[in-house]
C-alpha cells in the first residue's frame, strides 16, 4: 500500500523554540494532507487541511499563527510549531489524501516541550 | 456536530476468543465508515472500510457492520490472537457545512488486549 513517513519520530525541545514536522507521501501524490493531534487516552483531532499551493483550513480552536502549516509540493507538507510551550507537547500525524481518494497515515511524530 | 462513540474504552480477552468492539456515531450523514489500528506510539493502519451504501465489509478475521440509520458500527474479530493487541479506533467521514472540507472524526478508541 501507499506510504506516508514522517520527520521526526521523536523530538524534545525547550520551551519558546519552533519545531518543524515533516510529511511526506513517498509513492504517490496527495491530492489533500491533514495534520491531527493525539493526547494520551484521546481520540485523534484533526488541526488543519491543506491542498498543495494553497493556504491550509484550520479547525476551530486551531490557531494557524501558532501551527504553520506549508503544502510545497504534492508530497510534502510541513507543520511548524511556533514558540512551543508545554502544552503543545502531543502525537502530531498527518495523513495524505490520494486522487482515489483514499486517505493513508503516518507514523506520528512524538513532540515533548520542556 | 458529529460525536463517535466506542465502547468499551478497554477489553482483555483470552487467546482464541472471538470478540466485537462497538462504535457509536450521533449524525447518520457520513459518507463511509472506517476502522484502523493503532498499535502504540505509531500511526494508523485501514483495516476496513464501509461505503454509507454497504452493510459490512469483510478481511480475513475481521468483520465489519454498518447500521447508518441507528448510527452504529461493530467490528467482529474471530479467534483472536495476541497479535491483535492494539487500539482500535473507529471515524466517520463527514462533510462539514459552511465550506469546510471532508473530514473523518475519530472515536476515542478501544485499547484491546489479548493474552496467551
Known amino acids: 500500500g501507499a506510504v506516508v513517513s514522517q520527520h521526526p519520530s521523536r523530538v524534545i525541545c525547550k520551551s519558546g523554540t519552533s519545531v518543524k514536522i515533516e510529511c511526506r507521501s513517498l509513492d504517490f501524490q496527495a491530492t489533500t494532507m491533514f495534520w491531527y493531534r493525539q493526547f494520551p487516552k484521546q481520540s485523534l483531532m484533526l488541526m488543519a487541511t491543506s491542498n498543495e499551493g494553497s493556504k491550509a483550513t484550520y479547525e476551530q480552536g486551531v490557531e494557524k499563527d501558532k501551527f504553520l502549516i506549508n503544502h510545497a509540493s504534492l508530497t510534502l507538507s510541513t507543520l511548524t510549531v511556533t514558540s512551543a510551550h508545554p502544552e503543545d507537547s502531543s502525537f502530531y500525524i498527518c495523513?495524505?489524501?490520494?486522487?482515489?481518494?483514499?486517505?493513508?497515515f503516518g507514523p506520528g511524530t512524538r513532540l515533548t516541550v520542556l | 456536530k458529529q460525536e463517535v462513540t466506542q465502547i468499551p474504552a478497554a477489553l482483555s480477552v483470552p487467546e482464541g476468543e472471538n470478540l466485537v468492539l462497538n462504535c457509536s456515531f450521533t449524525?447518520?450523514?457520513?459518507?463511509?465508515l472506517q476502522w484502523f489500528r493503532q498499535d502504540p506510539g505509531k500511526g494508523l493502519t485501514s483495516l476496513l472500510l464501509i461505503q454509507s451504501s454497504q452493510r459490512e465489509q469483510t478481511s480475513g478475521r475481521l468483520n465489519a457492520s454498518l447500521d447508518k440509520s441507528s448510527g452504529r458500527s461493530t467490528l467482529y474479530i474471530a479467534a483472536s490472537q495476541p497479535g491483535d493487541s492494539a487500539t482500535y479506533l473507529c471515524a466517520v467521514r463527514v462533510s462539514l457545512t459552511q465550506g469546510g472540507s471532508e473530514k473523518l472524526v475519530f472515536g476515542k478508541g478501544t485499547k484491546l488486549t489479548v493474552n496467551p
Open positions: 449524525d447518520s450523514a457520513i459518507y463511509n
Open positions: 495523513s495524505a489524501r490520494t486522487w482515489a481518494d483514499t486517505q493513508y
